[in-house]
């Protein structure tokens, strides 16, 4: 394997299992879930396509991660209260993810021309 591809594989997989990430994603996933709650009991029995909780989380994952299919709006001023607070919160989510993986791409030391495998290591 090229070296440059080893030491993006590795960069990449200690930023998959550092603390930070994992955190991030805990909280991350935890706020969703919540907000997931929050919408079901705001839009049920007022929303005809809010049924049941996964309606709700299908609605938080795709308000967080910005895709908004459209399939599930909020029909009550509290829901789209709740959908902007989820979408800022989404779009900064993502952007800590970015920063965790440009920080780890960036930080990688190439490895000089000519260099002897392993001297300088």
């Known amino acids: ?25 805990l ?21 005809p396509n809010v049924n049941h909780y996964i309606d709700g989380l299908w609605w938080a994952f795709a308000t967080a991660t910005t895709t908004g299919y459209g399939d599930i709006t909020p029909k009550t001023d509290e829901g789209k209260i709740l959908s902007v607070v989820l979408m800022l919160s989404g779009l900064a989510l993502f952007a800590m993810y970015t920063a965790l993986f440009a920080e780890a791409i960036l930080t990688i030391k190439p490895r000089k021309e000519g260099a002897n495998s392993g001297a300088d290591e």
């Open 27 to 47: 909280i991350g996933n935890g706020f969703i879930a919540v907000c997931a709650g929050f919408f079901f009991m705001i839009e049920r029995g007022i929303n």
């Open 1 to 25: 394997m090229d070296e440059h591809l080893k030491a993006l594989v590795k960069a990449m997989w200690q930023v998959l299992t550092s603390p930070g990430f994992l955190l991030l994603t």
